[in-house]
Protein backbone atom coordinates (compact mmCIF):
# COMPACT_ATOMS: atom_id res chain seq x y z
CA UNK A 1 0.00 0.00 0.00
CA UNK A 2 1.40 3.48 -1.33
CA UNK A 3 0.93 6.47 1.21
CA UNK A 4 -1.43 8.28 -0.48
CA UNK A 5 -3.74 4.86 -0.33
CA UNK A 6 -3.13 4.65 2.97
CA UNK A 7 -4.14 8.36 3.71
CA UNK A 8 -7.04 7.93 1.68
CA UNK A 9 -8.16 4.86 3.69
CA UNK A 10 -7.23 6.96 7.15
CA UNK A 11 -9.62 9.72 5.51
CA UNK A 12 -12.40 7.03 4.65
CA UNK A 13 -12.37 5.76 8.02
CA UNK A 14 -12.77 9.13 9.80
CA UNK A 15 -15.44 10.32 7.65
CA UNK A 16 -17.17 7.11 8.55
CA UNK A 17 -16.91 7.40 12.39
CA UNK A 18 -18.08 10.44 12.15
CA UNK A 19 -21.23 9.78 10.26
CA UNK A 20 -21.96 6.89 12.15
CA UNK A 21 -21.37 9.24 15.25
CA UNK A 22 -23.89 12.21 13.91
CA UNK A 23 -26.61 9.73 13.12
CA UNK A 24 -29.49 9.46 15.31
CA UNK A 25 -30.77 5.93 16.04
CA UNK A 26 -34.12 5.88 16.98
CA UNK A 27 -37.09 4.36 16.44
CA UNK A 28 -38.84 5.58 13.36
CA UNK A 29 -42.72 5.54 12.01
CA UNK A 30 -43.13 5.86 8.25
CA UNK A 31 -46.88 6.01 7.70
CA UNK A 32 -47.75 5.21 3.81
CA UNK A 33 -45.20 2.74 4.45
CA UNK A 34 -45.92 0.07 1.68
CA UNK A 35 -46.22 3.33 -1.15
CA UNK A 36 -43.65 4.78 -3.43
CA UNK A 37 -41.66 6.64 -0.91
CA UNK A 38 -43.04 5.35 2.26
CA UNK A 39 -40.87 1.61 1.23
CA UNK A 40 -37.91 2.87 -0.09
CA UNK A 41 -37.62 5.17 3.45
CA UNK A 42 -38.29 1.71 5.67
CA UNK A 43 -35.59 -0.47 3.22
CA UNK A 44 -32.88 2.77 3.71
CA UNK A 45 -33.70 3.29 7.50
CA UNK A 46 -33.32 -0.50 7.71
CA UNK A 47 -30.50 -0.91 6.11
CA UNK A 48 -29.06 1.55 8.50
CA UNK A 49 -29.81 -0.21 11.62
CA UNK A 50 -32.79 2.02 12.28
CA UNK A 51 -35.86 0.72 13.78
CA UNK A 52 -38.33 0.99 11.79
CA UNK A 53 -41.91 0.76 11.63
CA UNK A 54 -44.06 0.38 7.88
CA UNK A 55 -47.27 1.84 8.84
CA UNK A 56 -50.35 1.27 6.70
CA UNK A 57 -53.82 0.04 6.26
CA UNK A 58 -52.80 -3.69 5.87
CA UNK A 59 -49.40 -4.06 6.68
CA UNK A 60 -46.89 -4.92 9.41
CA UNK A 61 -48.04 -2.07 11.66
CA UNK A 62 -51.67 -1.47 10.95
CA UNK A 63 -52.69 2.10 10.42
CA UNK A 64 -55.33 4.12 8.99
CA UNK A 65 -55.98 8.16 8.22
CA UNK A 66 -59.52 7.52 8.57
CA UNK A 67 -59.25 5.63 11.50
CA UNK A 68 -57.67 7.24 14.43
CA UNK A 69 -58.20 4.56 16.88
CA UNK A 70 -54.91 3.19 15.11
CA UNK A 71 -52.83 6.42 15.05
CA UNK A 72 -52.00 5.78 19.19
CA UNK A 73 -50.32 2.05 19.00
CA UNK A 74 -48.74 3.17 15.82
CA UNK A 75 -46.80 6.04 17.29
CA UNK A 76 -45.97 4.18 20.78
CA UNK A 77 -42.46 4.72 21.79
CA UNK A 78 -41.43 6.26 18.54
CA UNK A 79 -38.99 9.42 18.42
CA UNK A 80 -39.55 10.50 14.50
CA UNK A 81 -42.14 10.01 12.40
CA UNK A 82 -42.19 10.40 8.48
CA UNK A 83 -45.24 11.61 7.05
CA UNK A 84 -46.67 10.39 3.90
CA UNK A 85 -50.30 12.54 4.45
CA UNK A 86 -53.73 11.72 2.62
CA UNK A 87 -54.57 14.19 -0.54
CA UNK A 88 -57.52 15.12 0.81
CA UNK A 89 -59.62 18.13 2.37
CA UNK A 90 -59.49 18.84 5.39
CA UNK A 91 -56.04 17.40 6.30
CA UNK A 92 -55.83 15.10 8.85
CA UNK A 93 -52.56 15.90 9.31
CA UNK A 94 -52.94 18.48 12.23
CA UNK A 95 -54.17 16.28 14.25
CA UNK A 96 -51.92 13.47 13.38
CA UNK A 97 -48.95 16.08 14.70
CA UNK A 98 -50.36 17.02 17.32
CA UNK A 99 -50.99 13.33 18.38
CA UNK A 100 -47.64 12.38 17.59
CA UNK A 101 -46.09 15.46 19.37
CA UNK A 102 -48.28 14.07 22.59
CA UNK A 103 -46.93 10.77 22.24
CA UNK A 104 -43.22 11.84 22.47
CA UNK A 105 -42.08 12.29 18.84
CA UNK A 106 -39.07 14.46 18.52
CA UNK A 107 -38.87 14.81 14.66
CA UNK A 108 -41.59 15.08 11.98
CA UNK A 109 -40.69 14.98 8.32
CA UNK A 110 -42.93 15.82 5.93
CA UNK A 111 -44.15 14.53 2.19
CA UNK A 112 -45.55 17.82 1.15
CA UNK A 113 -46.07 18.77 -2.63
CA UNK A 114 -44.25 20.89 -5.10
CA UNK A 115 -45.96 24.36 -5.48
CA UNK A 116 -47.45 24.11 -2.16
CA UNK A 117 -47.00 27.96 -1.96
CA UNK A 118 -47.46 29.36 -5.60
CA UNK A 119 -50.52 30.75 -5.54
CA UNK A 120 -52.51 29.08 -8.34
CA UNK A 121 -50.21 26.28 -8.89
CA UNK A 122 -52.39 23.51 -9.03
CA UNK A 123 -55.44 25.20 -10.21
CA UNK A 124 -58.80 26.16 -8.10
CA UNK A 125 -58.90 22.51 -6.62
CA UNK A 126 -55.56 22.88 -4.30
CA UNK A 127 -56.88 26.98 -3.62
CA UNK A 128 -54.51 28.00 -0.80
CA UNK A 129 -52.30 25.19 -0.86
CA UNK A 130 -54.82 22.97 -0.07
CA UNK A 131 -54.23 19.35 2.42
CA UNK A 132 -50.13 20.08 1.92
CA UNK A 133 -50.59 23.50 3.04
CA UNK A 134 -52.54 22.14 6.26
CA UNK A 135 -49.92 19.91 6.83
CA UNK A 136 -47.08 21.92 6.43
CA UNK A 137 -48.31 24.72 9.09
CA UNK A 138 -48.79 21.77 10.64
CA UNK A 139 -45.41 20.86 11.31
CA UNK A 140 -43.80 24.33 11.69
CA UNK A 141 -45.97 24.94 14.48
CA UNK A 142 -45.00 21.52 15.87
CA UNK A 143 -42.75 22.55 18.65
CA UNK A 144 -40.65 19.92 17.46
CA UNK A 145 -38.12 19.28 14.53
CA UNK A 146 -39.28 19.55 11.43
CA UNK A 147 -37.71 18.81 7.53
CA UNK A 148 -40.47 19.66 4.88
CA UNK A 149 -40.00 17.53 1.17
CA UNK A 150 -41.46 18.83 -1.45
CA UNK A 151 -40.47 16.90 -4.27
CA UNK A 152 -42.57 17.46 -8.27
CA UNK A 153 -43.89 14.44 -10.12
CA UNK A 154 -42.49 11.14 -9.36
CA UNK A 155 -40.48 9.45 -12.69
CA UNK A 156 -41.73 6.09 -11.25
CA UNK A 157 -45.69 7.13 -12.22
CA UNK A 158 -44.61 5.97 -15.46
CA UNK A 159 -43.23 2.48 -14.31
CA UNK A 160 -45.34 1.53 -10.77
CA UNK A 161 -48.17 4.42 -10.49
CA UNK A 162 -51.14 6.44 -12.79
CA UNK A 163 -49.28 6.35 -16.02
CA UNK A 164 -48.46 2.48 -16.20
CA UNK A 165 -51.17 1.37 -18.01
CA UNK A 166 -51.22 3.79 -20.71
CA UNK A 167 -47.67 2.79 -20.75
CA UNK A 168 -48.14 -0.70 -20.96
CA UNK A 169 -51.46 -0.49 -23.31
CA UNK A 170 -49.09 1.29 -25.65
CA UNK A 171 -50.80 4.98 -25.71
CA UNK A 172 -50.74 7.53 -22.54
CA UNK A 173 -53.70 10.17 -23.08
CA UNK A 174 -53.03 13.37 -20.83
CA UNK A 175 -54.37 17.00 -20.36
CA UNK A 176 -50.50 17.83 -20.62
CA UNK A 177 -49.99 19.31 -23.79
CA UNK A 178 -46.59 19.85 -24.85
CA UNK A 179 -44.99 20.68 -21.32
CA UNK A 180 -42.44 19.83 -19.18
CA UNK A 181 -41.36 18.64 -15.91
CA UNK A 182 -38.21 17.50 -14.54
CA UNK A 183 -39.77 14.27 -12.75
CA UNK A 184 -37.89 13.14 -9.64
CA UNK A 185 -36.60 9.63 -8.76
CA UNK A 186 -38.45 8.37 -5.68
CA UNK A 187 -35.11 6.58 -4.27
CA UNK A 188 -34.12 10.41 -4.26
CA UNK A 189 -36.84 11.36 -2.27
CA UNK A 190 -36.58 8.33 0.26
CA UNK A 191 -32.81 8.97 0.72
CA UNK A 192 -33.38 12.73 1.43
CA UNK A 193 -36.16 11.50 4.20
CA UNK A 194 -34.03 9.10 5.53
CA UNK A 195 -30.82 11.45 6.32
CA UNK A 196 -33.64 13.96 7.53
CA UNK A 197 -34.95 11.77 10.35
CA UNK A 198 -31.92 10.19 11.34
CA UNK A 199 -29.10 13.01 10.80
CA UNK A 200 -28.89 16.48 12.42
CA UNK A 201 -28.15 19.23 10.17
CA UNK A 202 -31.81 19.28 8.62
CA UNK A 203 -34.27 20.69 11.06
CA UNK A 204 -35.89 23.85 9.80
CA UNK A 205 -35.20 22.47 5.93
CA UNK A 206 -37.06 22.98 3.16
CA UNK A 207 -35.77 20.70 0.26
CA UNK A 208 -37.56 21.22 -3.22
CA UNK A 209 -37.06 18.01 -4.70
CA UNK A 210 -36.89 17.50 -8.16
CA UNK A 211 -34.79 15.67 -11.31
CA UNK A 212 -31.80 16.93 -13.27
CA UNK A 213 -33.64 17.95 -16.33
CA UNK A 214 -36.92 18.94 -17.61
CA UNK A 215 -38.79 16.81 -20.32
CA UNK A 216 -41.92 16.28 -22.05
CA UNK A 217 -44.55 13.04 -21.96
CA UNK A 218 -43.07 12.47 -25.02
CA UNK A 219 -39.57 12.44 -24.26
CA UNK A 220 -39.63 10.02 -21.39
CA UNK A 221 -41.64 7.50 -23.34
CA UNK A 222 -38.38 7.77 -25.68
CA UNK A 223 -36.30 6.67 -22.86
CA UNK A 224 -38.67 4.00 -22.09
CA UNK A 225 -37.98 3.20 -25.36
CA UNK A 226 -35.04 2.82 -25.93
CA UNK A 227 -34.44 1.05 -22.48
CA UNK A 228 -37.55 -1.93 -23.40
CA UNK A 229 -37.49 -1.56 -27.48
CA UNK A 230 -41.50 -1.08 -27.40
CA UNK A 231 -42.56 2.42 -27.87
CA UNK A 232 -46.13 4.13 -26.55
CA UNK A 233 -47.39 7.06 -27.85
CA UNK A 234 -47.88 10.37 -26.55
CA UNK A 235 -51.86 11.70 -27.03
CA UNK A 236 -52.40 14.89 -25.97
CA UNK A 237 -55.95 15.88 -25.09
CA UNK A 238 -58.04 18.35 -23.37
CA UNK A 239 -58.56 18.74 -19.68
CA UNK A 240 -62.33 18.44 -19.89
CA UNK A 241 -62.37 15.37 -21.61
CA UNK A 242 -59.40 13.88 -19.23
CA UNK A 243 -62.00 14.61 -16.51
CA UNK A 244 -64.95 12.94 -18.24
CA UNK A 245 -62.91 9.78 -18.55
CA UNK A 246 -61.81 9.42 -14.95
CA UNK A 247 -65.54 9.78 -14.19
CA UNK A 248 -66.59 7.53 -16.89
CA UNK A 249 -64.05 5.24 -14.85
CA UNK A 250 -66.06 5.27 -11.55
CA UNK A 251 -63.67 8.11 -9.93
CA UNK A 252 -65.72 10.41 -7.94
CA UNK A 253 -66.10 14.15 -9.20
CA UNK A 254 -64.15 15.97 -7.14
CA UNK A 255 -61.24 13.30 -7.30
CA UNK A 256 -61.33 13.38 -10.93
CA UNK A 257 -61.10 17.50 -10.71
CA UNK A 258 -57.99 16.83 -8.41
CA UNK A 259 -56.17 15.10 -10.54
CA UNK A 260 -56.69 16.81 -13.64
CA UNK A 261 -55.80 19.40 -11.09
CA UNK A 262 -52.71 17.73 -10.63
CA UNK A 263 -51.60 17.43 -14.12
CA UNK A 264 -51.28 21.27 -15.28
CA UNK A 265 -48.06 22.39 -13.55
CA UNK A 266 -46.89 19.75 -15.93
CA UNK A 267 -48.68 21.25 -18.89
CA UNK A 268 -48.11 25.09 -18.14
CA UNK A 269 -44.34 23.39 -17.09
CA UNK A 270 -44.20 25.25 -14.27
CA UNK A 271 -42.57 21.66 -13.03
CA UNK A 272 -39.57 22.20 -15.44
CA UNK A 273 -37.17 24.17 -13.44
CA UNK A 274 -34.31 21.70 -11.89
CA UNK A 275 -34.33 22.77 -8.03
CA UNK A 276 -31.77 22.04 -5.70
CA UNK A 277 -33.26 19.96 -2.87
CA UNK A 278 -31.56 16.49 -3.62
CA UNK A 279 -27.78 18.11 -3.86
CA UNK A 280 -28.61 20.32 -0.06
CA UNK A 281 -29.35 17.49 1.05
CA UNK A 282 -27.34 14.65 -0.18
CA UNK A 283 -24.10 16.75 -1.51
CA UNK A 284 -24.75 15.52 -4.80
CA UNK A 285 -27.02 15.85 -8.08
CA UNK A 286 -30.37 13.83 -8.54
CA UNK A 287 -30.81 10.72 -10.58
CA UNK A 288 -31.99 11.07 -14.03
CA UNK A 289 -34.74 9.47 -15.12
CA UNK A 290 -32.62 7.43 -18.06
CA UNK A 291 -31.48 5.56 -14.56
CA UNK A 292 -35.05 5.19 -13.54
CA UNK A 293 -36.44 3.78 -16.79
CA UNK A 294 -33.32 1.72 -16.73
CA UNK A 295 -33.49 -0.21 -13.49
CA UNK A 296 -37.74 -0.10 -13.66
CA UNK A 297 -36.91 -2.02 -17.03
CA UNK A 298 -34.71 -4.25 -15.84
CA UNK A 299 -36.77 -4.94 -13.11
CA UNK A 300 -39.65 -5.87 -15.55
CA UNK A 301 -42.09 -2.45 -15.02
CA UNK A 302 -43.62 -3.06 -18.72
CA UNK A 303 -43.24 -6.47 -19.31
Known amino acids: MTQTEATRGEATQTEATRTDTTRIRNRVLVTGGTGKTGRRTVARLRALGVETRAASRSGECPFDWADRTTWQAALDEVDAVYIVPLDTSPSPTPAFVEQAVAAGVRRLVLLSARGVDVPGYFGSSYEGGGPHAEGEAAVRSSGVAWTILRPGWFAQNFSEGVFLDGV????????????TAAFVDADDIAEVAAVALT???????????SGPRALGIA?????????TGARAAYVPVEESAFRAGLVAQGLPEEEAALWTDAMRPIRTSREAPVTDGVRRALGRPPRDIADVVRDASAAGAWG
Open 168 to 179: RAGELALPAGDG
Open 199 to 209: EDGHDGEVYEL
Open 219 to 227: DVLDEIAKA
